[in-house]
T-cell receptor, first 110, second 113 residues
Framework: DQQVKQNSPSLSVQEGRISILNCDYTNSMFDYFLWYKKYPAEGPTFLISISSIKDKNEDGRFTVFLNKSAKHLSLHIVPSQPGDSAVYFCAAGDGNQFYFGTGTSLTVIP | ETGVTQSPTHLIKTRGQQVTLRCSSQSGHNTVSWYQQALGQGPQFIFQYYREEKNGRGNFPPRFSGLQFPNYSSELNVNALELDDSALYLC????????????FGPGTRLTVT
């Protein structure tokens, strides 16, 4: 049973616009949430995280929002750049084990 | 600072054989986690090692086993290979088990025929 879901396999956005990637989880015991970016032939790279005690965390162009009641998190990228084109994975867990979503492939069109 | 490295890059094995995959953790990291990423899926947690001891295990059968060495490098062993074991195997290191930031290697692509 998939505990973390990314329902959009792909997303295309114009350069300079906002990219919004979504993620849903089922386990209310999860207390830490992560986003990773993955380029072809490379391992996932940590991007940004948020703990369950917060509802927003910002790092430059990247902001993660957490809605605990809806068990939903999202990653906003503003402004989107062509170099952001990659597969984005969200992950959720309790520190002992993390569960990953299936990924969303983001294409930023110049 | 050396990142996480994995060997080999690619591997082809026959059903029923055994395979060993290797991982060198990032300098200063004493915790290594292994993941299996099947095609079109996200990484799935296999197990974690901390200072040569297993620190957690995901939902994988016992034929998936591992080791961590005194230098914190690690091995993943898979016995009696099945076709469904074909996947990308990722190793990730972190400063300690409670650290949520994991640094991944590029992975080993295993094909079982």
């Amino acid at each position: 049973d998939q505990q973390v879901k990314q329902n959009s396999p792909s997303l295309s956005v114009q350069e300079g616009r906002i990219s919004i990637l979504n993620c849903d989880y089922t386990n209310s015991m999860f207390d830490y949430f992560l986003w990773y970016k993955k380029y072809p032939a490379e391992g996932p790279t940590f991007l940004i995280s948020i703990s369950s005690i917060k509802d927003k965390n910002e790092d430059g162009r990247f902001t993660v929002f957490l809605n605990k009641s809806a068990k939903h998190l999202s990653l906003h990228i503003v402004p989107s750049q062509p170099g952001d084109s990659a597969v984005y994975f969200c992950a959720a867990g309790d520190g002992n084990q993390f569960y990953f979503g299936t990924g969303t492939s983001l294409t930023v069109i110049p | 600072e050396t990142g996480v490295t994995q060997s080999p890059t690619h591997l082809i094995k026959t059903r029923g054989q055994q395979v060993t995959l290797r991982c060198s953790s990032q300098s200063g990291h004493n915790t290594v986690s292994w993941y299996q990423q099947a095609l079109g899926q996200g990484p799935q947690f296999i197990f974690q090692y901390y200072r040569e001891e297993k620190n957690g295990r995901g939902n994988f059968p016992p034929r998936f086993s591992g080791l961590q060495f005194p230098n914190y490098s690690s091995e993943l062993n898979v016995n009696a290979l099945e076709l469904d074991d074909s996947a990308l195997y990722l190793c990730a290191s972190s400063l300690h088990p409670g650290s949520y930031e994991q640094y991944f290697g590029p992975g080993t692509r295993l094909t079982v025929t």
